[in-house]
């Protein structure tokens, strides 16, 4: 699969980067499956960057599948809508798997929901339009997308309405759909894009109507061939541009992204649209073209439920709040030799062991990994190899800063730019001696971060 | 021409005033600690090098020297053994005023030299420089790119140095060593890698 | 396996915090390591790695270093076996080198893991598999006659002032192989230099050893006087270029085939554990300042300065060292550009050095010692480049 990449600037690959052993196979070709709703879900009122909500229901107040349960002022922040018709119950706390508490409203599920084949035609399925002719403005979407509680379901969730929006001060060219994937195991998008293609190029439509974007591109990874012919044969007729990027990890981050379609160069500290792009996950456009063509808010959405610890690899659309374990008892529990549960992917997710736990909007899978995978050996001294320094995707010098961190060095962090670390983990996945990078770093941005306030 | 270069290259590799006659140890192990420190202080090594060697000369060749006072109608006098003081005088005038001149324009480097730029002065690779001038009868010419290639030699070194003590800031060096130690070994060490260049013949 | 698991089992008590040989914890972890992989597990993200881990790397480099020794042990006892009229059938000859080289490796290794144990013992730090690479480097750059008391001297040096004084393995500023090799030759340079000590002349046949035939390539170089041609006189003597290239000649243990050096060479980059910019910067040292020489050239020069580049590359210790010490990663620089730099700056001393230092005949691991002595500043000048230049990001 060649890099296709027709009028775009691109080289369709960015420098540095690691190559980690993808392992989508386990959960690649698995069709969406829809789980049916538990007895319960709780809904943290926390789920996007930014804001978080407050609740606008009274406890045992009765709700209704799509009701808005909690909303907030702010602008950078996203509703949050009940997934489930029922009761809502006393407010609680959680802790999610990022290690942030939060509130939480738990609603208890009655009667009949809507559930299989039916929801599934709800969200994704049926007649998808691909033209639209002048009949949204593009306020009109964003308010919608903003009604909708959107966010990005790529993992960072920051709310879409932002970014879906037209920008008067910072024009907006181009549109880009990402659909890579890097992350090892996961395969939601890649799902989504073979089963939902429909509501992809719809909502990519949308987007671009919303933002004043002339070009469109939805941007997959080429180890994913059959997601780029299902999208090809989806935007027949359109004018969205498919691009096959070189398979990397992280293509799918914002800023490399755009170095690889656009060959511009985004600065730290600067968002997409300065540079005049916008970037949004393929999960995400699916869920706002149903929040503008269908008012459907977001309260599904896809999870891969994959690696080797897992019984039964699956691809889940679940509701929004699902407890953990409910979708892990559902694809048959884990295996023997299960180490390490992780909310996302191997790289850059989050180790939990409390499965009572909800999954939220930004939840992109579960990977269960054995122990074999996450064997390793003893940190030893650092021997200036520079294989971090090679992989950085940022630029960074991963080594030194992780000195500077160990010994509480805040000048010699904040001078080699320990903040512009996106924390992808590279360098730590590619470290010999075994040394914990990402945590060091980490440690050390908390460390610049408080010392800049004093 | 190629002798004056020939001198040049002798005195910043094959005889480097610090790495392979061991002097102005004292503010090279005091001021190596940080790298933007150690480039000031070596310019300033280097401007006072190149400008006390070839007065001194002067002083020396005119003044001091057997003979030297036969302009003035005393062939027969012979005041080298005043050439230390004299040196020295001339060494702590220069100091003085290149401690103004700093002061003046980069007041960030003033004070990061701190007590170590009057202390150029009793600088031993100054005064040794102006010595070995005497010892290698060099002419004027020579002994002013004498003068400057000890000085870039010197802040060759302390330069390198400060380079290498930023690299080993977080290393686990044994209590005792910390600090001084260490710096002595490497300097240690770093002369044995300028041997190099001993046995060069230029 | 598994009894071998019991037993470290069952001496662990032995070993930890309140056991009575707690100091040797950790000659107890890096003996349990060497039987079985460590399993501890990631408690924190990325929760998969890469498989390259610190046994793998330095195995690679050991793995590098075969060519080499191997070579190294047939040459000592080819050269050996030639000096003392011995047959030179292949068995005898190899038995004649290994007990020349064997011992020396042995006392290597033993002497450097007293030290290397003590210091960990004492300081608490880990054992590091760095020190078989070092062990096993160190005799390859010696003659064949050094004494075992020398080596043993030179190791220590190499070790301890190389460096445990600074930490430990990752904290030194120079190769400790180099550092204890450069010891000795200031220390003994008879038995380091001259004409004599490049042939081993074997423990039970004591005759004089020839001196014409025992000398170096680099050391018939330095015969040629002015309006010679170096390579007619080595061509005289049977040196070829195949002959160089090949080794077979004598020399430093490890160092007289370039064929072997390149075969390591070659494994350690497709490994990723050299760096390919470090070799390619070094040969284009050596080729582009012997090109310059060749300028200069002419009947009344040094007849050095008229030998074609290639000649600098396969003779003497180059190739050893350019393929196994300048890569070193604890005392190379670490950025990439400067890598070039580094590398090219050890060509070229490497080629002033033989050609107008004749008091050392071998450059190279003088030149590599001194460039170990800029790299710190060199990564310091190319961060500081790239941190005024960067557009923070990609």
């Given amino acids: 699969m060649g890099i296709r990449l027709k009028k775009l600037k691109g080289k369709g690959t960015f420098q540095r980067g690691v190559h980690p052993p993808g392992r989508k196979e386990i959960s690649a070709d698995k069709k969406i499956e829809i789980m049916p709703a538990p007895g319960k879900v709780i809904l943290p009122l926390l789920q996007n960057i930014g804001a978080p909500c407050k609740s606008i229901v009274k406890p045992k107040q009765v709700v209704e599948l799509g009701e808005k349960i909690a909303d907030s002022k702010e602008f950078i922040s996203a509703a949050i809508h009940s997934p489930i018709s029922g009761t809502v119950l006393k407010e609680t706390t959680v802790t999610l798997p990022n290690g942030r508490h939060v509130p939480a409203l738990p609603i208890r599920g009655e009667g009949t929901q809507l559930d299989g084949q039916n929801l599934w035609d709800r969200l994704y399925g049926g007649e998808w339009p691909k033209?639209?002719?002048?009949?949204?403005?593009?306020?009109?979407?964003?308010?919608?997308?903003?009604?909708?509680?959107?966010?990005?379901?790529?993992?960072?969730?920051?709310?879409?309405?932002?970014?879906i929006a037209p920008n008067p001060k910072k024009q907006v060219d181009t549109l880009l759909i990402n659909g890579c994937e890097c992350e090892p195991y996961l395969t939601t998008d890649y799902r989504l894009m073979v089963e939902?293609?429909?509501?992809?190029i719809s909502g990519s439509i949308l987007g671009g109507i919303a933002t004043g974007a002339k070009d469109i591109v939805i941007c997959i990874e080429d180890n994913k061939p059959e997601a780029i012919q299902t999208m090809q044969k989806a935007a027949e007729g359109t004018d969205i541009q498919i691009a096959a990027l070189k398979t990397k990890y992280p293509q799918g981050s914002e800023r490399h992204l755009i170095k690889a379609v656009l060959d511009r160069i985004m600065p730290l500290g600067q968002l997409p649209a300065d540079v005049g792009v916008a970037v949004s996950n393929v999960g995400t456009i699916a869920a706002a073209a149903g929040a503008v063509l269908r008012d459907t808010p977001l309260t599904h959405r896809v999870v891969s439920v994959t690696g080797g610890g897992i019984k039964n690899p699956k691809n889940l659309l679940v509701l929004i709040g699902t407890p953990y374990g409910d979708i892990i008892e559902y694809c048959g529990g884990l295996t023997e030799?299960?180490?390490?549960?992780?909310?996302?992917?191997?790289?850059?997710?989050?180790?939990?062991?409390?499965?009572?736990?909800?999954?939220?909007?930004?939840?992109?899978?579960?990977?269960?990994?054995?122990?074999?995978?996450t064997k390793k050996a003893k940190e030893t001294a650092c021997i200036r190899c520079g294989l971090c320094v090679d992989v950085c995707p940022v630029n960074l010098i991963p080594t030194r800063l992780a000195t500077a961190a160990r010994h509480r060095d805040s000048d010699l962090a904040e001078k080699y730019n320990i903040t512009a670390c996106m924390e992808c983990g590279c360098c730590a996945y590619t470290c010999p001696a075994n040394i914990p990078l990402v945590q060091l770093i980490r440690m050390g941005k908390v460390m610049v971060i408080a010392n800049r306030k004093n | 021409m190629g002798d004056l270069s020939n001198i040049f290259l002798n005195s910043v590799f094959v005889g480097n005033i610090l790495l392979a006659y061991f002097l102005g140890m004292c503010s090279f192990v005091a001021v190596s600690k940080?790298?933007?420190?150690?480039?000031?202080?070596?310019?300033?090594?280097?401007?006072?090098?190149?400008?006390?060697?070839?007065?001194?000369?002067?002083?020396?060749?005119?003044?001091?020297?057997?003979?030297?006072?036969?302009?003035?109608?005393?062939?027969?006098?012979d005041l080298s053994y005043l050439k230390l003081v004299m040196f020295i005088v001339v060494i702590a005038t220069m100091v003085q005023v290149i401690e103004m001149m700093i002061d003046r324009f980069s007041a960030a480097l003033y004070s990061s030299l701190g007590v170590f730029l009057p202390l150029i002065a009793v600088n031993c690779a100054i005064l040794g420089t102006s010595l070995f001038m005497v010892e290698r009868n060099h002419t004027f010419l020579e002994s002013t790119v004498f003068g400057f290639g000890s000085g870039v030699g010197w802040m060759l070194a302390i330069v390198l140095m400060a380079a290498i003590r930023m690299k080993l800031r977080y290393a686990d060096v044994p209590k005792g060593l910390e600090g001084y130690g260490i710096t002595m070994i490497v300097t240690g060490l770093m002369a044995m890698a300028f041997m190099l260049f001993s046995g060069i013949t230029l | 396996m598994k009894?071998?698991?019991?037993?470290?089992?069952?001496?662990?008590?032995?070993?930890?915090e309140k056991g009575k040989f707690r100091m040797l914890h950790p000659l107890f972890e890096a003996t349990e390591t060497f039987f079985f992989f460590p399993g501890i597990l990631i408690k924190n993200s990325p929760f998969v790695r890469d498989n390259l881990d610190m046994k793998r790397f330095m195995s690679f480099v050991i793995l590098a270093l075969i060519p080499p020794s191997v070579f190294g042990i047939y040459n000592t006892g080819w050269q050996s076996c030639k000096a003392t009229g011995m047959s030179l059938d292949f068995s005898t000859v190899f038995f004649q080198g290994a007990l020349i080289v064997l011992p020396l490796v042995m006392v290597s290794y033993a002497v450097g893991f007293f030290w290397e144990i003590l210091f960990a013992s004492l300081r608490k730090h880990p054992i590091s598999e760095g020190f078989l690479v070092t062990g096993l480097l160190f005799p390859l750059t010696l003659p064949p006659s050094v004494p075992l008391w020398q080596a043993a001297v030179g190791i220590s040096f190499g070790v301890v002032i190389g460096k445990?004084?600074?930490?430990?393995?990752?904290?030194?500023?120079?190769?400790?192989?180099?550092?204890?090799?450069?010891?000795?030759?200031?220390?003994?340079?008879?038995?380091m230099s001259g004409d004599s000590v490049w042939v081993a002349a074997g423990s039970f046949a004591k005759e004089a050893v020839d001196a014409v035939s025992s000398a170096t390539p680099l050391a018939f170089s330095n015969l040629a006087v002015a309006g010679?041609?170096?390579?007619?006189?080595?061509?005289?003597?049977?040196?070829?270029?195949?002959?160089?290239?090949?080794?077979?000649y004598p020399g430093s243990i490890g160092g007289t085939s370039a064929l072997c050096c390149l075969v390591g060479a070659i494994i350690l980059v497709l490994a990723g554990v050299a760096s390919y910019r470090i070799i390619a910067g070094g040969i284009l040292g050596v080729y582009i300042t012997g090109l310059v020489l060749n300028l200069f050239a002419g009947p009344q020069a040094n007849p050095w300065m008229a030998l074609p580049p290639f000649y600098h590359l396969i003779m003497g210790g180059f190739a050893f060292g350019i393929a196994y010490m300048a890569t070193d990663p604890v005392s190379a620089p670490g950025m990439d550009h400067v890598k070039w730099i580094y590398g090219f700056a050890i060509?070229?001393?490497?080629?002033?050095?033989?050609?107008?230092?004749?008091?050392?005949?071998?450059?190279?691991?003088?030149?590599?010692?001194?460039?170990?002595?800029?790299?710190?500043?060199?990564?310091?000048?190319?961060?500081?480049?790239?941190?005024k230049n960067r557009i923070l990001n990609v």
């Fill in chain 1, 337 to 373: 030799d299960a180490a390490v549960v992780t909310s996302g992917g191997p790289m850059m997710g989050f180790a939990f062991t409390d499965f009572t736990m909800p999954i939220t909007k930004g939840t992109s899978g579960i990977t269960v990994l054995t122990k074999k995978d």
């Fill in chain 3, 3 to 16: 009894m071998i698991q019991k037993i470290f089992d069952s001496q662990r008590k032995h070993f930890e």
């Fill in chain 3, 164 to 191: 445990e004084v600074f930490g430990g393995t990752g904290r030194n500023i120079f190769n400790p192989a180099l550092t204890g090799r450069a010891f000795l030759f200031f220390a003994y340079p008879t038995k």
């Fill in chain 1, 131 to 163: 033209k639209f002719d002048g009949k949204f403005s593009p306020t009109e979407i964003s308010d919608k997308i903003n009604e909708g509680g959107l966010v990005g379901l790529g993992g960072a969730a920051f709310p879409t309405h932002v970014k």
């Fill in chain 3, 228 to 248: 010679d041609n170096i390579e007619s006189v080595l061509e005289k003597v049977g040196f070829t270029v195949t002959k160089l290239f090949l080794g077979g």
């Fill in chain 1, 196 to 200: 939902a293609s429909e509501a992809i």
């Fill in chain 2, 34 to 77: 940080n790298i933007d420190t150690a480039i000031g202080l070596g310019f300033a090594v280097i401007f006072v090098l190149t400008i006390t060697t070839p007065v001194n000369w002067l002083i020396y060749h005119f003044l001091l020297a057997p003979g030297a006072l036969s302009w003035a109608g005393f062939p027969d006098m």
């Fill in chain 3, 347 to 387: 060509g070229t001393l490497t080629v002033l050095i033989r050609v107008f230092n004749p008091a050392y005949p071998e450059g190279v691991m003088m030149a590599i010692l001194f460039m170990n002595l800029f790299s710190p500043l060199l990564d310091h000048i190319e961060i500081k480049f790239k941190l």
